[in-house]
C-alpha cells in the first residue's frame, strides 16, 4: 500500500495504456490490456497527507521553503501578501482503495506504485505521504532486553501499549517482547470495554 498527495485537485497520472482484445495468429484471441491510472481525488484527503504537503520540499513535502516565492504554480495570494490555504487545492491517491476500486490485481497495484515512485513529477506534482516513525517510548527502551521488564515499564508510567508496539515491532521487533506488549493491549481493551444491555 501507497499513498501519495498532489497540489492539483484533479491530478492523474497514466502509468500503463490499454489495448482492446485482438484476434491473433492461428485465430487464437489475444487478451486486452487493462489501461492503468492513478487518479488522486480531493475527497480521500486526511490530516497526514496535508501536513506532508505543507512541509518543505527538503523535508519530503511538496512547499518551496523560500518565503520569496509562492510554494506551488499559480498559488494566489491575498491583498495582503499572504498566500491563500492549499488545503482545498489538494488531492490523495491510496493505491489499496484504487485496487479495490477498478479490480486491480496485486502486480498492477505494485506497477502504478513504482511508476508514482520513480516518476518525474514525484516531488514536483506529488510526493509520496510516508508515515512518521513511532517514537521511542522511553529514554532507554532499546537498552532493555527482558521482556517481563519492558512491559512492567509500560504499565508503570501508563504508556499507550500500540505505540510501545509500533516501536517495538519498527525497530528491534522482537517476538517475546511483542507477544507479551500485545497481550497486555488486549487486556486493556477488554477491561475499557463497557458492555450495555
Do not use: C
Not at 492549499?86 to 476500486?101: C, G, H, V, Y
Amino acid at each position: 500500500m501507497a499513498r501519495f498527495v498532489s497540489q492539483y485537485k484533479g491530478y492523474s497520472h497514466g502509468v500503463r495504456n490499454g489495448k482492446e482484445a485482438r484476434l491473433g495468429p492461428n485465430g487464437v484471441m489475444i487478451p486486452e490490456t487493462v489501461s492503468l491510472e492513478a487518479v488522486f481525488e480531493h475527497e480521500q484527503m486526511d490530516t497526514e497527507a496535508i501536513l506532508v504537503a505543507k512541509r518543505p520540499i527538503e523535508q519530503g513535502g511538496l512547499a518551496n521553503p523560500d518565503p520569496l516565492k509562492p510554494p506551488f504554480h499559480g498559488m494566489q495570494e491575498n491583498e495582503a501578501g499572504r498566500e491563500y490555504d492549499i488545503t482545498p487545492r489538494l488531492a490523495l491517491f491510496d493505491s489499496e482503495r484504487a485496487q479495490l476500486k477498478n479490480e486491480w490485481t496485486d502486480d498492477e497495484r505494485i506497477l502504478v506504485e513504482d511508476t508514482l515512485r520513480a516518476s518525474n513529477f514525484n516531488g514536483v506534482h506529488f510526493v509520496e505521504v510516508v508515515p512518521e516513525p513511532p517514537t521511542k517510548p522511553w529514554r532507554g527502551y532499546d537498552d532493555e532486553t527482558d521482556a517481563d521488564q519492558i512491559l512492567y515499564l509500560a504499565k508503570a508510567i501508563d504508556a499507550d501499549l500500540n505505540q510501545v508496539i509500533a516501536y517495538e515491532a519498527a525497530n528491534q521487533n522482537r517476538l517475546e517482547v511483542l507477544k507479551g506488549l500485545e497481550l497486555a493491549a488486549q487486556e486493556q481493551a477488554e477491561e475499557t470495554t463497557v458492555v450495555t444491555a
